[in-house]
């Protein structure tokens, strides 16, 4: 069998028999793998020349609909990845990680675009940015798809969701994607990709994959690709400083291993929550997916009297997860992914074994529950322990990738603070303790080193997922040795793969650029009330002045007893004559109300509902006898994808709010958000 790669529109397998892979539990033989005779540059210029323009024709929300779609294509055939991710020696729990974590990713950023995204192909950033003194020269910023391929470079412990992981940004932002999957395990990759492309849901081009070397593949990259990596330190160093990737500034995100903490407060006493929460943690991210996760933890850092607590209570942990072949009832870790990664993490052991001791584990007379032990690739979770971790270099340089973690001790808060930082650089440190002044000092005082912090205690736990699992919200990624990248964190990874450009000019050509309003562009007025106009006639820009309304003291007595609010700026005469204002003035939400009063056509019409108000700012007070009068543009219009259970199809109306008094001054700004039927469905 052969591991095939997809470029160019067409499976193809490599002229020469590359590399053997292996099941992981027995040692059985999968395929070979090879990418040799593919044309890398050819590759780049389909995605570039086919994918890409493709995919930029299409708007955020059409993207992210075939991201939904394609979703709930893979959930559907999710068994048949399941049982292809057991040969990595994955059990049921460790491959629902990567197979159902990884599709519930593309859920997610599906979600995200369309709830926070435009319905177009670029995206407006940021607040206008005013250049002149008369308002004629304006500026803003712009995001737009850049005109190149995103090469995501995977490493091996998780195929399918480090494939999806990063595609679904890319995707969503208009790039092409090539996925280069490491070679020991890309027949899972493979497995899913198939049934990609297979979908039919992703235009021609937009996702290739490369099974085996990379061969000169980063000798033909332009300026307009980008390059993600997630692997060890030394290769993603490697592949960075690789000569075309600094002659042309092609932009490289990169994730690596790193030794990750975790961290016992000194609050948390043996028998309390949060000393168990701590124990189960360990014990967990050393034995899931056998240790083998950029996040696991790698040093467990506690305080110097509860080690020996700590290191009984572990052991018993640890005591309960027998090692074996994952298919088996009771077996809850299985093998590493390849017998060359055992080897690996033997040899990183014997290294820590220099400033370290083995307290649990360690030893290659172990035993196992099925698979076979002379040809698969099983290791025993292994505890060790560092008495001089502030000197000691070695736990904090070499990460054995597989279920190791070391435990370190602190005389006190200082200490603990200066082990945490002695990682370089890391993924994930977590703080497990009761006490929120504790857990301010540990998070503040280490949060530059790491790239996500998790705070633990009795109150979150039930629903926390724990230590090491990135989230597709929350950056993921940290500085040092952690690659000083970042991916995911919601919009900032569609993002990473667009060019903000600035663009200056009149408000009114800006306005007409970006399909939003500019404060001092040339208004569109119309005889016919907003109200009565459906989502497709409404124009950015328009506008609809009302008439005026002048304050008396019954507003301000009947709004203060409707509501409650009896301030005595409102009610007190004398006590105004002496505030800040020099008189009684109307309530800031009474201004905002009469404005809404004022505005609206009260028979039943095309606009079905308020549907929010944003960026609320009171400019000046307004007394008893001024006229107020509103003014209300068009600026921005944001159709929404009809639900199955909706009746009518609908689109948010922005409109940009300002109120005026008698000088023509403005007395509040904000944005008011209206529900509008459409037509065009």
Not at 128 to 154: D, M, Y
Not at 352 to 360: D, F, M, N
Not at 590 to 602: E, H, K, N, R, W
Not at 658 to 669: G, M, R, S, T
Request: hydrophobic share 40%; net charge negative.
């Amino acid at each position: 069998m052969n591991i095939q790669s997809y470029v160019n529109g067409e499976w193809v397998t490599g002229r020469d028999k590359g590399v053997a892979v292996v099941n992981a539990v027995n040692g059985n033989f999968i395929g070979n793998v090879s990418s040799d005779g593919i044309d890398f540059n050819d590759a780049l210029t389909h995605a570039r020349e086919v994918g890409g323009p493709a995919l930029r024709k299409l708007t955020f929300h059409e993207r992210a609909l075939r991201l939904k779609a394609l979703a709930q294509y893979l959930m559907e055939r999710k068994e048949e990845f399941y049982e292809v991710s057991a040969w990595t020696g994955a059990t049921r729990a460790d491959s629902w990680i990567d197979i159902e974590g990884g599709i519930g990713t593309l859920f997610s950023y599906s979600s995200l675009v369309r709830r926070e995204f435009p319905d177009e192909p670029f995206l407006v950033e940021g607040n206008q940015e005013r250049l002149s003194k008369q308002g004629t020269f304006t500026g803003r910023h712009i995001l737009v798809p850049k005109e190149g391929v995103a090469v995501h470079i995977n490493a091996f412990n998780f195929p399918c969701w480090g494939m999806l992981e990063k595609i679904a940004p890319s995707l969503c932002a208009g790039m092409p994607a090539l996925v280069k999957p490491a070679t020991v395990s890309s027949y899972l990759t493979e497995k899913m990709a198939r049934e990609i492309i297979q979908s039919r849901l992703l235009p021609e081009g937009a996702f290739q994959l490369i099974c085996g070397a990379a061969g000169d593949l980063f000798d033909h990259l332009m300026e307009q690709d980008v390059v993600t990596f997630t692997g060890s330190a030394a290769t993603g160093r490697k592949l960075k400083s690789h000569p075309n990737i600094l002659a042309n500034s092609i932009p490289f995100n990169m994730e690596a291993d790193s030794l990750n903490l975790s961290l016992l407060g000194e609050t948390a006493e043996p028998g309390s929550m949060e000393f168990d929460l701590f124990i189960k943690e360990v014990a967990k991210e050393m034995t899931v997916k056998a240790g083998q996760k950029c996040t696991a933890i790698r040093r467990a850092i506690v305080p110097a009297g509860k080690v020996d607590a700590v290191a009984e209570a572990l052991k018993q942990r640890l005591d309960k997860v027998p090692l074996g072949d994952p298919s088996i009832d009771g077996v809850k870790m299985g093998p590493l992914v390849g017998r060359g990664q055992m080897r690996d993490v033997w040899e990183n052991v014997d290294a820590l074994l220099k400033s370290c001791e083995i307290i649990y584990g360690g030893d290659k007379e172990f035993e196992i529950q099925g698979g076979n032990k002379d040809s698969g690739a099983f290791f025993p979770s292994t505890l060790l322990y560092c008495n001089q971790p502030l000197t000691a270099a070695e736990p904090h340089a070499i990460e054995a990738f597989g279920p190791v973690s070391t435990v370190m001790p602190y005389e006190d808060i200082d200490a603990a603070i200066l082990l945490a930082k002695r990682g370089k650089g890391s993924l994930t440190g977590s703080v497990f303790t009761g006490d929120d002044a504790e857990a301010r000092r540990i998070v503040l005082d280490t949060a530059a080193w790491h790239g996500r912090m998790l705070i633990i205690n009795r109150d979150c736990a039930a629903e926390s997922t724990g230590h090491g699992s990135p989230l597709p919200t929350l950056v993921h990624g940290g500085p040092g040795r952690a690659g000083g990248g970042e991916e995911l964190g919601g919009a900032r990874a569609i993002k990473h793969y667009m060019q903000r450009t600035a663009v200056q000019g009149s408000p009114t050509t800006l306005m007409r650029l970006t399909g939003e309003y500019h404060q001092g562009a040339t208004p569109i007025t119309d005889k016919v009330h907003p109200f009565r106009k459906y989502f497709e006639e409404l124009q950015v820009g328009e506008t609809h002045t009302t008439y005026r309304r002048t304050v008396t003291e019954a507003d301000l007595v009947n709004f203060g007893c409707l509501t409650g609010d009896h301030f005595y700026a409102h009610f007190d005469e004398l006590a105004a004559r002496e505030s800040l204002f020099g008189r009684r003035v109307a309530h800031g939400y009474f201004l905002i109300s009469a404005a809404a009063g004022m505005f609206v056509d009260p028979a039943p019409g095309p606009v079905l509902a308020n549907y929010g108000l944003e960026n609320l700012r009171f400019i000046e007070p307004v007394g008893i006898g001024d006229t107020i009068q509103a003014k209300l543009t068009v600026k921005q219009k944001i159709k929404k994808d009809k639900r199955p259970d909706e009746a009518r199809a609908t689109g948010v109306v922005r409109w940009a709010v300002e109120i005026i008094n008698q000088d023509d001054k403005a007395v509040a700004l904000y944005d008011v958000m209206t529900l509008v039927e459409r037509r065009d469905d």
